[in-house]
């Protein structure tokens, strides 16, 4: 399965912007799902944004109508535009490749969580 690569943090003000990309080296990337998960310090990781294979986006309550998922197949890489960004938004994000069942995102379990990137907003 492919494996993705995180890149795109950074230290940004409340209010601010960033875009965060997550590359794949596989030609099997067009055929999953993406999710975009974030752990803040001291907290579980949590799933904030999925794109299914379609390109239908979903995305958490707590991002809805700020964050942006998107993918380009051909480059194999997908995106995470964020803008309005809070200090809760604060933490390491990582994307993992997937799959949906009954409505829910699964990553695959042949694919691992890599280093991700982290993003830090301050009040």
């Known amino acids: 399965q492919a494996q993705l690569v995180e890149s795109g943090g950074g230290f940004v003000q409340a209010g601010g912007s960033l875009r965060l990309s997550c590359a794949a080296s596989?030609?099997?990337?067009?055929?999953?799902?993406i999710g975009w998960y974030r752990q803040a310090p001291g907290n579980q990781r949590e799933l904030v944004a999925t794109?299914?294979?379609?390109?239908?986006?979903n995305y958490a309550d707590s991002v809805k109508g700020r964050f942006t998922i998107s993918r380009d197949n051909a480059e194999k890489k997908a995106y995470l535009e964020m803008n309005g960004l809070k200090p809760e938004d604060t933490g390491v994000y990582y994307c993992?490749?997937?799959?949906?069942?009954?409505?829910?995102?699964?990553?695959?379990?042949?694919?691992?969580w890599g280093q991700g990137t982290q993003v830090t907003v301050s009040a």
């Open positions: 794109i299914n294979i379609l390109s239908r986006p």
């Open positions: 993992r490749p997937g799959t949906f069942y009954s409505g829910r995102f699964f990553p695959y379990d042949s694919s691992s």
């Open positions: 596989s030609s099997s990337f067009s055929s999953a799902a």
